[in-house]
């Protein structure tokens, strides 16, 4: 299998590359994608030996190139979002893990889509702020999208084979989806006044990126997925539950209308749903640890307090709204992550930002590509500016 790999330097990306070092004789990398660490991205290159690798200005491309080429590695290095699309649309490339994190993964990722790839999905903003387009052109072009969040990936292996497009004609009643709380589940609303971002990003289960770690600390990360799975399964919101389960190792289950649950288990590594989705319908080894119950002891479950967790209330209201409200309110949470993680927000205002965001931009129509980016850079402004008047 020939892969492209959007966000190659990141921690999904990572995951992935080590799954394919494990199997060298089944996929073939050829091309790589890298904002930052491009040091990283130059080693990368070197071990895998890539056609093209990305990055995002020519000066960057220039640095790389030169050093490539010093090394004699025959990697073309290009830059950009048009050179995003170019490699998750290449004929050659059978299968696309987006993992770019944030808005700016659409595009590649809808790229991909459209040239009819596998699309390995782990950049659930994508889906958030642009579910109907997406799915639109999943199924125009005949891709295939198979889900890499731990929490979608487990769903779809609990689902029936045909579940598209009627999931509750085939007995399915609820999607529940497990959460671990994040750092700060124990700690009231109170405590939670002067967290740093060091703090927020120390995750218990689950090593990740800054963007998600936050996201886990606020529980927004539960929200998008609340979200995504509404797209990905076709499921409304009122059958979509959140269940909290410190220990992640559920990560998630399918409620049948006979009374049974199908769970799917195993240590929290992501390098298991990537193996999964690399390999489906086939399975290969991922490097990760068997999973042994009797050293975890005990799984625990609790139910979701929403006045405590306020951003999966905003999720969910978004959700039942429809229209742009699911883009406004990924958009505003990115500004205000970003502001929290530069010091100038305080953790508590991250919801109050998108709060105040959805309340200020116009709910309307958001079907066609254009109408999501309007609404994309709108909420951005205006999130911008409630971060402004809460400085701290
Ligand atoms: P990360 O921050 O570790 O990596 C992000 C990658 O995207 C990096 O390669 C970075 O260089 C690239 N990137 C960042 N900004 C970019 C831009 N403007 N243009 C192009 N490339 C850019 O993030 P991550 O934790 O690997 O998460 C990636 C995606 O996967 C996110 O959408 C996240 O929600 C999702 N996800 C991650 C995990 C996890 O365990 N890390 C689990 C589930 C889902
Ligand atoms: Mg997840």
């Given at each position: 299998m020939k892969l492209t790999i959007l966000g190659a330097t990141g921690s999904i990306g990572v995951s992935t590359l080590d799954v394919v070092s494990q199997h060298p004789e089944r996929f073939e990398i050829v091309a790589l994608s890298g904002h930052s660490r491009i040091d990283l991205l130059a080693a990368q290159c070197a071990k895998f030996r890539p056609k093209f690798a990305v990055v995002g200005d020519a000066f960057s491309a220039e640095k790389l190139q030169t050093q490539l080429r010093r090394d004699s590695i025959p990697t073309e290095v290009l830059y950009g979002p048009a050179a995003l699309e170019h490699i998750s649309s290449?004929?050659?490339?059978?299968?696309?893990?987006?993992?770019?994190?944030?808005?700016?993964?659409l595009a590649p990722s809808l790229a991909a889509a459209r040239a009819g790839k596998r699309v390995l999905l782990a950049n659930k903003e994508a889906l958030v702020m642009a579910g109907s387009v997406f799915m639109d052109e999943i199924k125009k072009s005949g891709a295939v999208l198979l889900p890499i969040d731990s929490e979608h990936n487990a769903v779809f292996q609990a689902m029936?084979?045909?579940?598209?497009?009627?999931p509750m004609a085939r007995g399915i009643k609820r999607v529940v989806l497990t959460a671990?709380?994040?750092?700060?589940?124990?700690?009231?609303?109170?405590?939670?006044?002067?967290?740093?971002p060091e703090q927020a990003i120390a995750h218990p289960n689950w090593a990740m990126g800054k963007k998600i770690s936050v996201d886990s600390a606020t529980m927004m990360n539960k929200g998008l997925e609340v979200i995504e799975a509404h797209w990905l399964f076709d499921v409304p919101a009122a059958q979509i539950e959140v269940v909290i389960h410190p220990q992640s190792v559920v990560h998630s289950m399918v409620d049948y209308v006979d009374g049974s649950v199908i769970a799917q288990l195993g240590n929290p590594d992501m390098r298991t749903p990537i193996a999964q989705a690399l390999a489906w319908p086939q399975r290969i080894s991922s490097g990760v640890a068997s999973l042994d119950l009797c050293a975890i002891g005990r799984l625990d479950f609790e139910p979701l307090d929403l006045t405590r967790f306020p951003c999966v209330a905003l999720a969910y209201r978004a959700l039942i709204e429809g229209n742009n409200r699911a883009t406004v309110l990924n958009a505003a949470n990115e500004i205000a992550v970003a502001a929290f993680l530069e010091r100038r927000l305080s953790f508590l205002d991250i919801s109050a930002v998108i709060s105040a965001t959805l309340d200020t931009v116009a709910a309307t129509s958001a079907d066609n590509l254009p109408a999501i980016l309007e609404a994309d850079r709108m909420a951005r402004v205006i999130a911008e500016t409630e971060c402004r008047r809460r400085q701290k």
């Amino acid at each position: 299998m020939k892969l492209t790999i959007l966000g190659a330097t990141g921690s999904i990306g990572v995951s992935t590359l080590d799954v394919v070092s494990q199997h060298p004789e089944r996929f073939e990398i050829v091309a790589l994608s890298g904002h930052s660490r491009i040091d990283l991205l130059a080693a990368q290159c070197a071990k895998f030996r890539p056609k093209f690798a990305v990055v995002g200005d020519a000066f960057s491309a220039e640095k790389l190139q030169t050093q490539l080429r010093r090394d004699s590695i025959p990697t073309e290095v290009l830059y950009g979002p048009a050179a995003l699309e170019h490699i998750s649309s290449l004929p050659e490339v059978n299968a696309v893990m987006a993992a770019i994190v944030g808005a700016a993964g659409l595009a590649p990722s809808l790229a991909a889509a459209r040239a009819g790839k596998r699309v390995l999905l782990a950049n659930k903003e994508a889906l958030v702020m642009a579910g109907s387009v997406f799915m639109d052109e999943i199924k125009k072009s005949g891709a295939v999208l198979l889900p890499i969040d731990s929490e979608h990936n487990a769903v779809f292996q609990a689902m029936p084979d045909d579940y598209a497009g009627s999931p509750m004609a085939r007995g399915i009643k609820r999607v529940v989806l497990t959460a671990s709380g994040g750092p700060f589940r124990n700690r009231a609303l109170s405590e939670l006044v002067d967290v740093t971002p060091e703090q927020a990003i120390a995750h218990p289960n689950w090593a990740m990126g800054k963007k998600i770690s936050v996201d886990s600390a606020t529980m927004m990360n539960k929200g998008l997925e609340v979200i995504e799975a509404h797209w990905l399964f076709d499921v409304p919101a009122a059958q979509i539950e959140v269940v909290i389960h410190p220990q992640s190792v559920v990560h998630s289950m399918v409620d049948y209308v006979d009374g049974s649950v199908i769970a799917q288990l195993g240590n929290p590594d992501m390098r298991t749903p990537i193996a999964q989705a690399l390999a489906w319908p086939q399975r290969i080894s991922s490097g990760v640890a068997s999973l042994d119950l009797c050293a975890i002891g005990r799984l625990d479950f609790e139910p979701l307090d929403l006045t405590r967790f306020p951003c999966v209330a905003l999720a969910y209201r978004a959700l039942i709204e429809g229209n742009n409200r699911a883009t406004v309110l990924n958009a505003a949470n990115e500004i205000a992550v970003a502001a929290f993680l530069e010091r100038r927000l305080s953790f508590l205002d991250i919801s109050a930002v998108i709060s105040a965001t959805l309340d200020t931009v116009a709910a309307t129509s958001a079907d066609n590509l254009p109408a999501i980016l309007e609404a994309d850079r709108m909420a951005r402004v205006i999130a911008e500016t409630e971060c402004r008047r809460r400085q701290k």
